[in-house]
């Protein structure tokens, strides 16, 4: 037998049906509006995140570039201070060595021309009483205190010994005599003169000495 169905179990069952289908369209809404939220934050997000590593890629190149180039200029500064020592060292060291060269120069040339001096001394200690007057004496005369006065204006002095106690860094002593008249150690007389050229002793004096 077949069941029959009244008018209101025909009403129920539709509208349980128009329930059901509603559900299950309400249902695949909201299961489409999830999908399409989660497939949409991921868009969103990722531009910011390249953005923002973008910015912190550009800044540190920027500070790592600023860095090479404080690091540069420091190590360029550095060579150009240590060459600058080296040069002021090299500079004082040549005005030494050429101050040396030219004392040494100086000194050798006065050297040389002592001996003249000591000839002019001893020609005009020569010449007779009567004719020292006479125009050549006068005139060995005057060339003499030219010369003197020329190494006097170089810095050249003799060194004063008679009557002066001994000096072993000034006085070159060759003999020894008895006076009783002078102190112990008392330059007696003068064999040679001696010369200073700038306080430095070019050559002592021979002397001779009082005991």
């Known amino acids: 037998m ?5 008018d209101g179990q025909q009403v129920d069952e539709t509208i349980s049906q128009e329930d059901t289908v509603s559900a ?9 509006c999830s999908e399409e939220a989660v497939q949409e934050e991921p868009e969103d997000s990722e531009p910011d995140s390249k953005e ?27 060579r150009l201070q240590r060459s600058m020592a080296e040069f002021d060292n090299f500079r004082k060291r040549t005005e030494k060595e050429k101050s040396a060269m030219f004392e040494i120069g100086a000194k050798d040339i006065i050297e040389r ?6 000839n002019f001394e001893r020609g005009l200690a020569a010449i007779p ?28 002095k003799p060194i004063e010994a008679v009557g002066m106690p001994f000096d072993p ?3 070159n002593a060759v003999m020894h005599v008895e006076d009783d008249s002078l102190g112990e150690n008392v330059v007696a007389q ?4 001696g010369y200073t050229y700038r306080d430095t002793v070019v050559r002592h004096s021979m002397v001779q000495v009082a005991n």
Do not use: R, W
């Open 2 to 6: 077949e069941d029959v169905k009244t």
């Open 24 to 32: 299950e369209k309400e249902i695949e809404e909201t299961c489409e």
């Open 52 to 78: 923002d590593s973008g910015k912190k890629g550009f800044f540190s190149k920027k500070k790592e570039k600023k860095d090479l180039k404080d690091e540069k200029i420091d190590e360029l500064t550095e």
């Open 113 to 118: 021309i002592l001996p003249v001096v000591d």
């Open 129 to 156: 009483e009567e004719e020292k007057d006479s125009p050549f004496a006068d005139g060995m005369e005057k060339i003499y205190k030219q010369l003197m006065k020329t190494l006097e204006e170089a810095g050249v």
């Open 169 to 171: 860094n000034y006085h």
């Open 190 to 193: 003068e064999l040679q003169k």
